[in-house]
């Protein structure tokens, strides 16, 4: 039977944790199915048309989808999973308000933030803010899973799907009254390859600054530790940690931040990890393969410099 | 109004726990406990509606063995009235607690049910929706703002942009985010006032509810170690060693 994939996406483009967790469908095997449910999502589902793999792009577009409520869009996969043996979805902020809807809905349990696919119904998954792997055997006649994207590489974009529209149209109680996104001209956080990260050493939200030109030389993504959050020096949405994003690139660059348990929950797959620190006793030090014991107002300016 | 809050008890946030020899489970025995830190927000959040008039009551469940009874006593001292135990020593998938929590809902009817949005051992993050979908409420996930107006709940939550307002009505499943509130310490007078307060304990065979074994767990094993990494002195070998040995940059 087919694996269906509930797409990320914005109505105007598809995320690139979709591809990612359709490489996690690929590895337990069988015909991978995308569904784009939102409103004016054409962009999206032409975008999921070509991702390697995937047979089948269903679209629900509809003006009661814009928002993607959990409320009404885990409705709209209820109604199409009597066809699917897994339902995945990407462990994002969307895919962990829905998911778990759906696995209520099915009577059956959801495995959350896999990073591993051992067999069709056997899964790893991180707990403990990551300081243990628990491997996991679904009883499940449907296994219902997010997917941490970090763990799956991206599939490409050679395929050619089919896409079918599908009419459904359900109300929610739920009304949508505003949004408010974070401008920024930097690559995604969960999608660069470079992340510099700024904890409460930086002192202010405007020495967030000097952490910005080193990350502009680098074309890195700029990311932050709670401490830096809590203290209003950056938005939330850029918290690194168990219960912010989770992230491993090629290169974390981690400036001011201590280290603690729940920040290396978020970033300590990556692989390679420095750290700048003033503080020789830092946990951070224990993760970094470089640790440089320094100033970061000297040493980041310094370093941003030798970088060009 | 009512509010309903689930609290856990985990193993407490600082604490770093150890898998054990086995590699069966994570070894809890001995460790520090402590009320769920996403909970502990939630009370908070329910004691301040309580004080803003809103709510008339708040009323905290907890699934487990009576141990579980101490986290409940906290959540009293931070200003809860009452307490519900369900008491068992199974270690319950999300998916039965919320059958568990909607049973205890089914006799409590409150308007407001507000969860953590994740519990710190299991990290799952799925018992609010889950207890949504089965009582087929609205829900509001990772919220950093909460208000009751005009019989509705006005909720910002944290999405992975920015922020979304969302307005639903009552009753509603709210999930507490980090930022939504800083929880107070309890006062020495209201734990000795919080003894007294009623605790209710039943089981989950009082609830009349049969729950599914839904999945084993095969093995818990520790995650990969790094390798030790090495300290360098000066910016100038730190880009040497990223440009030549680590070749990231």
């Known amino acids: ?257 201590s280290g603690a348990i729940q920040h290396l929950a978020g970033m300590k797959d990556s692989k390679v990890i420095v750290a700048i620190n003033k503080d020789p006793e830092a946990p951070i030090f224990q993760v970094a393969d470089y640790g440089l014991e320094a100033d970061l107002f000297k040493a980041l300016p310094e370093l941003t410099e030798k970088l060009s | 109004m009512k509010v309903l809050v689930p609290v856990k008890r985990v193993v407490d946030a600082n604490v770093k726990v150890r898998v054990n020899a086995d590699n069966t489970k994570v070894d809890t025995a001995n460790l520090k406990m402590a009320i769920n830190p996403f909970c502990e927000i939630a009370v908070e959040e329910a004691v301040r509606l309580k004080e803003a008039g809103v709510v008339s009551e708040v009323v905290v469940v907890s699934i487990g063995p009576k141990v579980v009874q101490e986290q409940m006593r906290t959540a009293m001292a931070l200003g809860a009235d009452r307490g519900i135990q369900v008491d068992t020593d199974k270690e319950l998938v999300p998916l039965s607690l919320a059958k568990i929590l909607k049973s205890i809902q089914a006799q409590e009817n409150a308007d407001i049910v507000l969860f953590g949005k994740q519990s710190i051992d299991g990290d799952n993050n799925q018992t609010g929706q889950m207890f949504a979908a089965l009582t087929d409420m609205p829900q509001a996930t990772f919220a950093s703002e909460v208000k009751i107006e005009d019989g509705k709940a006005v909720v910002t939550r944290e999405v992975d942009g920015g922020l979304q307002t969302l307005a639903m009505p009552l009753p509603a499943v709210i999930t507490t985010d980090l930022r939504l509130n800083e929880p107070r310490y309890a006062k020495l007078p209201d734990i000795m006032k919080a003894k007294r307060k009623p605790l209710e304990v039943m089981s989950i065979d009082d609830l009349g509810i049969e729950l599914k074994e839904h999945q084993t767990v095969l093995k818990v094993t520790p995650p990969a170690a790094r390798e030790a990494g090495i300290m360098v002195s000066s910016v100038d070998e730190l880009v040497e060693k990223l440009q030549n040995e680590a070749k990231v940059i």
Request: aromatic share 4%; with cysteine.
């Open chain 1, 1 to 257: 039977m087919a694996i269906l994939v509930l797409a990320e996406h914005d109505n105007a483009s598809l995320k690139l944790d979709t591809a990612k967790t359709v490489a996690a469908a690929q590895a337990i095997g069988g015909d991978v199915h995308v569904l784009v449910v939102g409103h004016e999502c054409g962009a999206a589902a032409d975008s999921a048309k070509t991702l390697t793999g995937v047979s089948k792009v269903i679209v629900v577009d509809s003006a009661e989808y814009s928002a993607q409520l959990a409320q009404n869009v885990s409705k709209v996969v209820l109604d199409i999973a009597s066809d699917y043996d897994h339902i995945l979805a990407p462990a994002s902020t969307t895919g962990k308000d829905v998911l778990p809807r759906v696995a209520a809905l099915l009577d059956v349990a959801q495995i959350s933030e896999v990073i591993e696919v051992v067999s069709a119904d056997t899964f790893v998954r991180p707990v403990y803010a990551g300081n243990a792997m628990a491997t996991v055997q679904s009883h499940d006649s449907k296994k219902v899973m997010t997917v941490r994207v970090s763990a799956f590489e991206a599939v490409g974009n050679e395929g050619s799907a089919e896409v079918v529209a599908l009419s459904n149209s359900e109300a929610a109680t739920t009304e949508f009254v505003s949004q408010e996104l974070t401008e920024s001209e930097r690559p995604e956080l969960g999608s660069a390859g470079v992340i510099v990260s700024g904890g409460r050493g930086m002192g202010s939200g405007e020495n967030f600054a000097i952490l910005e030109q080193l990350a502009d030389k680098l074309g890195a993504a700029v990311g932050a530790s709670r401490a830096a959050v809590d203290a209003g020096f950056v938005p939330n949405d850029m918290q690194v940690g168990q219960t912010g994003k989770i992230v491993a690139p090629d290169l974390y660059i981690a400036v001011g931040i």
